[in-house]
């Protein structure tokens, strides 16, 4: 027998050929442990992000300066409001 070329193959002669077999050889029962061609919903499968993905990442160096100047101007303000906070906190107990 020659060699197969895969990707001339159908879908369902990859299983029969090399999934399935695997997956016996592998211990696994194919009568109670395997389902095959199995709906998993009654529906459409809506598109939601996923939220273990993570976003595609911006490298414009203009657009990351910005993007680092806007988070250290919240963080001052932050800092600052913190500060005063405190200044207000220590002036009423002492």
């Known amino acids: 027998m020659g060699t197969v070329d895969k990707k001339a193959l159908s879908e369902r002669d990859i299983c029969t050929?090399?999934?399935?077999?695997?997956?016996?050889?592998?211990?696994?029962?194919?009568?109670?442990?395997?389902?095959e061609?199995?709906?998993?919903?009654?529906?459409?499968?809506?598109?939601?992000?996923n939220p273990n993905?993570?976003?595609?990442?911006?490298?414009d160096p203009e657009e990351l300066l910005a993007q680092y100047?806007?988070?250290?101007?919240?963080?001052?303000e932050t800092r600052e409001s913190l500060?005063?906070?405190l200044a207000r906190s220590l002036m009423r107990t002492g």
């Open 17 to 35: 050929k090399y999934i399935t077999p695997a997956i016996r050889n592998g211990g696994w029962d194919l009568i109670t442990q395997v389902r």
């Open 69 to 76: 100047h806007a988070v250290s101007a919240i963080l001052e």
């Open 37 to 49: 061609e199995v709906n998993i919903t009654k529906g459409q499968v809506l598109d939601i992000k």
């Open 83 to 85: 500060k005063q906070e």
């Open 53 to 59: 993905v993570p976003e595609e990442q911006n490298d």
